[in-house]
């Protein structure tokens, strides 16, 4: 299956960009979709769900609500909220307020977030049903702490509270949208800005390229926080008009419940989540699988026999991968159809906006047909910059190229990744930086010496192995050394294999063979 032909333009850097009709920005695309398709059902959840025109009334009267609370345009509000209502209402308002939203990761310690509200800066933080201690915990460790409104028992903020005028314009495409956080190369927390237009430009890639259309009915099974559920699966449901059954929390039982009773025909999951579906279908005899006709994945290496249990699950569906970060709002590249089966060890082609290079890590020079190079890529999709306190900066060069950290080779026009140059654990569709578990390793007082590597798994994608090597003496054991993980990481970060060895493989110039420790056998 080829990638569906859109046209692209070229701005004066030369960057891409859809050469097609959209909306100024995401909040004139929202009033459009509440225009044209108002009785259409657009947010669904097991509580009850809204209309496009109940969705428009309840960003608008919250964002009255929130510059009634002194929100201006580009302050910084926080969302701390599982799927639901509340979050998708919460950013939608702050994008009609002219804030720019920040969708924190509640799996996160509150150490964690209380470090990024602080870097944000945010001036208000909306906190979702359940989430109300957390909260409480984060803005405790915040420097500066916002202001916390909590969600009533239907889910509305700010109920009751005053109400201000709204901008008389919207934000415009160039205006940032949201501070996504993720991880750099020091595995410190970046904000990654992402524009109105960026999230636009990608919405194009999840609809017209991939097929998307207003009749699909969007499972949103991945965290609502994350850049594919907001940017590649909440914002394009928005663009089309389409209706999503949002999904607080995963379990397969709940989403093959969701897909059958709700006609979700499309979703998007990592590894994880589609071995737990399948294995529920085949122990159960569930067929709901059946009534998607597109399933997609990416976030972690897809097992090649898993994509064949997929393929086999939903013979009538078009399966695709997609291939991006948070860096480029989602997706960079995609193979769907048949090009997946005969090409299940690609991460796909460039999308229309994509203009991808491969260069000889670390220079300027372009890799020979074959040779490993490291992906480098330009396109509107690319993000503005980095939040620092400072402002925005830049992440691209001046002429808007971006170095992901991949390493990859072309195969007939499609992209292979080789290695990650990063280090970076794709474990269930969250990253896991080996850096960052093992500065906790080096904390435990037994620990000597410590490295943490990816290594595949069939439910997970990958799963984080520690080795470590004890000190003289101590009484070291590897349940010991997960419990002290527990402690101190979120739990995804947590080793599920903990190694002790006598030493760590190490080349001359004394930095650990992390390929070495890859391919050794694990208990």
Known sequence: MSLLTVPTRTDQRGVRHYDVSLPVDLVDMLRSTVRERGAHPAFVTDGGGLTWTETGAEVEALARRLA??????????????????????????????????VPLNFRLTAGDLGGLLSDSGARLLLVGPGLEQLAADSVAQCGAPPEVAHADGAGRLLVGGAEGGLPDRTPGGDAPAAVMYTSGTTGRPKGVVISHGNALQNAVTCTSVIGRGPDDVELVMVPQFNITGLCSQTVPVALLGATAYLLDGFDAARALDAVGEHGCT??????????????QSDEHGRDELTGLRLALFGGAPMPTALLQRMHDAMPDATLGNGFGMTETCSMLTYVGGDDVLRMPHSV????????????????????????????????????????????????????????????AVLEDGFVVLRDRLKDVIKRGGESVFSFEVENVLYQHSGVLDA??????????????????????????????????????????????????????????????VKSALRSAPTS
């Open 266 to 279: 499309s979703t998007v999951g990592a590894p994880t989540m589609w071995w737990r579906m399948l294995e």
């Open 451 to 512: 490295a943490v590597v990816g290594v595949p798994d069939e439910q997970y994608g990958e799963r984080v192995v520690a080795h470590v090597v004890a000190k003289p003496g101590s009484d070291l054991t590897s349940e010991g050394v997960r419990a002290f993980c527990r402690d101190h990481l979120a739990h995804f970060k947590v080793p599920s294999v903990v190694e002790i060895r006598e030493e760590l493989p190490r080349n001359p110039g004394g930095k650990v």
């Open 68 to 101: 009634g609370a002194g929100v201006r345009p580009g302050d910084r509000v926080a969302v701390l909220a599982g799927n639901g209502l509340p979050f998708t209402t919460a950013v939608f308002a702050v994008w009609a307020a002219g804030a720019i939203a």
């Open 348 to 407: 796909g082609r460039p999308l229309p906006l994509t203009e991808l290079r491969l260069l000889r890590p670390g220079t300027d020079q372009e890799a020979g047909d074959g040779e490993i190079g490291e992906i480098v890529v330009r396109g509107a999709q690319v993000a503005l910059g980095y939040w620092t306190g400072d402002g925005i900066v830049p992440l691209t060069d001046t002429e808007g190229w971006i170095s992901t950290g991949d390493a």
